[in-house]
C-alpha cells in the first residue's frame, strides 16, 4: 500500500515525487518507458531558471537521480488501468495491481500522427518526428516537415541549415504565429513553403520515397520526391489509461484547476496532460509540486 | 560480454563474424542514445553468446550507417552470420532488448 502513487517519471511526476518523498510518504513512480518523458529530445534546454544551458538528457538525469536518492520505489511498468475505490485507488499495470491512497497523473502526451498508411512502416525510414534526433541523417538530403506552430519553424530552420532542399507543408494559409525563425526562414533560399496544402498519402517500400499533397483550394494533387518527412503537427495527450475515470476535454487532456485536483477526489493530475495554455517544462514541475503538496493535504484529511 | 566499438572495423567484426552480433547505432548529442546505453551495456555484462558492438554514426568513417539506411537513432540491428536479421527503431527497456535478442 503506497500513500502516492505518480504515473509518469517526466519533470512533472519526478518533481512530484521529490515533494512527496520529502514529505515523508510512501511513493511509488510508474513509468512505461524511461525516465525524463520528452525533455530528453531536447538538444539544449536555455529556458530552466538555475541553467544557463543543459542538455535534456542531462536535465532529465540529474531529475531521476534526486527523486531516487529519495527513496520511492519506482517501476517500468506501463499502466493500464485506474480504478477509484473511494479511499482507495488501485492501478492496474502490464505486470501487477498497486493500491495507493492517492493517485498523481502525469503521462503528459506524445507526438500527434497524420494518420496515414505507411507512417509507422516508414517511421526511422524517412519519417521522424523529432527534427533535432534525426536531422543529421538528412545532410544534403531533400526533405519535408509539415506543421505550422513555433516547433515546427524551429525544426524547419534546423533543418534548413542540414538539407540540401525544405519543403514546409502547412495546411493553413498563414501562419498564426509570430518567430523571429519564421523570418529567418522566409529569407533562406532552400526552403519552399506550400500553404494551404495537407499530405495525403505517403509512399515507399524499405524506405520514404514520396509524399503526396493536395492544395485545399485548387484541390490539385502533386506528387513530391522526398528523402525524410518530419512531422511537427502538435501533441496529443496520454490519457487512454484513465480517460473514464477522470473529466477530460474533447481532446483527451485531463481537466483540473490551478490545485491540480481531477474531479474524482484523491487523484490529482500534473505537467502537459492538464488542461492548460502554457506547457513548458517549468510549468510541469510546477504542477508536480501543487499535485504532490495537494496529495499530502488531501491524505492529512483523512 | 565485453562491447566493442566499430567505428572502423564493421566489416570485420559484424560483416565477417560468425554468429549472433548486435550493434547499436547511437550519437553523443542523441538523449535516448544515452539513455539506451546504460541498458545495452548491463544486458551485454548477461549475455554470453551474442557479440555486443556500439558504433557511433558521428564517427562512422565508412558510412555504416549510411548503408544500411540508418536514418533515427537509437537504431539496434541484429545480425547473424554477418545478415541483418532484426532491427529496432527508438529506445528499449532492459526487458524489451532481452526479448528482441531471442530466437523468433
Given amino acids: ?302 | 560480454m565485453k562491447i566493442i566499438n566499430i567505428e572502423n572495423n564493421f566489416d570485420e567484426e559484424v560483416k565477417s563474424s560468425k554468429g549472433k552480433t548486435i550493434v547499436d547505432f547511437w550519437a553523443p548529442w542523441c538523449g535516448p542514445c544515452k539513455m539506451f546505453g546504460p541498458v545495452f551495456e548491463r544486458v551485454a555484462s548477461e549475455t554470453d553468446n551474442i557479440k555486443f558492438c556500439k558504433l557511433n554514426v558521428d564517427e562512422d568513417t565508412n558510412d555504416v550507417s549510411k548503408d544500411l539506411g540508418v536514418m533515427s537513432i537509437p537504431t539496434t540491428i541484429l545480425f547473424e552470420d554477418g545478415k541483418e536479421k532484426k532491427r529496432n527503431i527508438g529506445y528499449l527497456s532492459e526487458e524489451d532488448l532481452k526479448i528482441f535478442l531471442e530466437d523468433k
Fill in chain 1, 1 to 302: 500500500m503506497y500513500d502516492i502513487i505518480i504515473v509518469g517519471a517526466g519533470p512533472a511526476g519526478l518533481t512530484a515525487c521529490i515533494y512527496a518523498c520529502i514529505a515523508r510518504k510512501k511513493v511509488l513512480v510508474l513509468e512505461k518507458e524511461v525516465y525524463g518523458g520528452q525533455i530528453v529530445n531536447a538538444n539544449k534546454v536555455k529556458n530552466y531558471p538555475g541553467f544557463e544551458e543543459i542538455s535534456g538528457y542531462d536535465y532529465a538525469t540529474k531529475l531521476y537521480t534526486q527523486a531516487k536518492s529519495l527513496g520511492p520505489e519506482i517501476k517500468f511498468e506501463e499502466v493500464i488501468d485506474i480504478y477509484d475505490k473511494g479511499d482507495l485507488k488501485e492501478v492496474k499495470t502490464s505486470k501487477s495491481n498497486y493500491i495507493g491512497k492517492s493517485v498523481i497523473i502525469a503521462t503528459g502526451s506524445k507526438n500527434r500522427k497524420l494518420g496515414l498508411s505507411n507512417e509507422d512502416k516508414l517511421l526511422g525510414k524517412g519519417i521522424s518526428y523529432c527534427a533535432t534526433c534525426d536531422g543529421t541523417f538528412y545532410k544534403n538530403k531533400v526533405v519535408a516537415i509539415t506543421g505550422g506552430g513555433n516547433s515546427a519553424i524551429d525544426d524547419a530552420l534546423y533543418l534548413s541549415n542540414i538539407a540540401e532542399k525544405l519543403y514546409l507543408i502547412y495546411r493553413q494559409k498563414d501562419f498564426r504565429i509570430e518567430s523571429i525563425n519564421l523570418d529567418k526562414l522566409k529569407k533562406k533560399d532552400n526552403v519552399e513553403f506550400i500553404l494551404d496544402t495537407n499530405i495525403i498519402d505517403i509512399k515507399g517500400e524499405d524506405k520514404l520515397e514520396s509524399i503526396t499533397i493536395k492544395n485545399n483550394e485548387t484541390n490539385e494533387e502533386k506528387e513530391l520526391k522526398v528523402d525524410g518527412l518530419f512531422i511537427a503537427i502538435g501533441h496529443i495527450p496520454v490519457s487512454d489509461m484513465c480517460n473514464n475515470i477522470v473529466k477530460t476535454n474533447e481532446t483527451g487532456y485531463i481537466i483540473a484547476d490551478e490545485d491540480c485536483q481531477t474531479n474524482v477526489d484523491g487523484i490529482f493530475v500534473a505537467g502537459d496532460i492538464r488542461v492548460k495554455e502554457i506547457r513548458q517544462l517549468t510549468t510541469a514541475c510546477s504542477d508536480g509540486t501543487v499535485a504532490a503538496l495537494n496529495a499530502c493535504k488531501y491524505l492529512a484529511k483523512k
